[in-house]
């Protein structure tokens, strides 16, 4: 039995090693590979090839924005600035603290008005119309959408997005001006107050002066009362502040009153804009 196991054995390794002369060679050892590359694939190149990596694809690029700067002429007489008081009714209720002092006190402001606003205050439209000695009423937009004509978020609004509706914006909110009995408008402020340049060009070439500020007065409604009221009662001779007429539940609005009697007092010449020379960059108004 012994010697029958031995020569069965004996068989099977001849065997084998004349299968192994038979088959092809082992494939070649791979060359030495770097061990950061041994961290992504423990595979030897040459059997499984590390496929190159992809590039992800180039995100759009925001586009560039501004917010003009606008000043009217100077009075140049001392104790008596000149300022120009814009008021953007974007949506909601009209804050009657302001209103009320503009009327009491004679103060003369531009009250930019969106197409949104006028529907839900015709009271408050009523009174502007019925003064047209103090209230200059001009183009806030139809639904209050930055007139930026590429997609992008601003304040966490979307951005009009095309030239297109950069147009609709514009033309609608002036439709809607002339509708409710508002002379056609001449000037053009988006919301945010933040363009691109060329969306900038194309309002211009609607025939639109877009209105820039130089004095941000109550931080869009958000500021509290006695900040605003400082930021107003600071303006100086030439500059055009910005406010909000349509937040009478926040308290900057308190502030905003306070100031226009602060600056009344001393001696301050309120204009709007359409009473007086101006300068706005950005070529927003050349």
């Avoid at 600035?81 to 974007?90: M, V, Y």
């Amino acid at each position: 039995m012994n010697r029958i196991l031995l020569a069965s054995a004996f068989l099977l390794v001849n065997i084998s090693a004349a299968f192994a002369d038979e088959t092809p060679s082992a494939l070649p050892a791979p060359a030495a590979v770097s061990p950061v590359a041994a961290a992504v694939s423990p595979v030897p190149a040459a059997v499984s090839p590390v496929p190159a990596a992809v590039s992800p694809a180039p995100k759009a690029s925001a586009p560039k924005l501004v917010e003009p700067h606008l000043h009217i002429a100077r009075s140049n007489l001392v104790g008596h600035a000149r300022i120009a008081l814009t008021f953007d009714a974007c949506m909601g209720q009209a804050d009657e603290r302001i209103l009320s002092t503009l009327v009491r006190e004679r103060i003369p402001a531009t009250i930019f008005v969106t197409a949104r606003w006028l529907k839900r205050n015709p009271a408050a439209l009523a009174v502007f119309l019925q003064n047209p000695d103090l209230f200059e009423l001009e183009n806030h937009g139809q639904n209050h959408i930055p007139a930026v004509d590429t997609p992008t978020l601003i304040y966490g609004i979307a951005s009009a997005g095309s030239p297109q509706a950069v147009r609709q914006e514009v033309e609608g909110g002036a439709a809607a001006m002339v509708a409710a009995g508002i002379p056609a408008p001449h000037w053009f402020r988006g919301s945010t107050a933040k363009y691109d340049l060329s969306a900038i060009g194309e309002i211009r070439a609607m025939g639109y002066r877009i209105a820039g500020y130089s004095v941000n007065g109550d931080g869009g409604s958000l500021l509290g009362a006695v900040i605003t009221e400082k930021r107003i009662a600071s303006a100086k001779d030439g500059d055009v502040v910005i406010s909000h007429i349509n937040q009478p539940t926040h308290t900057a609005g308190e502030g905003v009153a306070k100031a226009l009697v602060d600056l009344k007092a001393k001696g301050t010449q309120f204009v709007r804009l359409q009473d007086v020379e101006d300068t706005g960059d950005d070529k927003t108004t050349e």
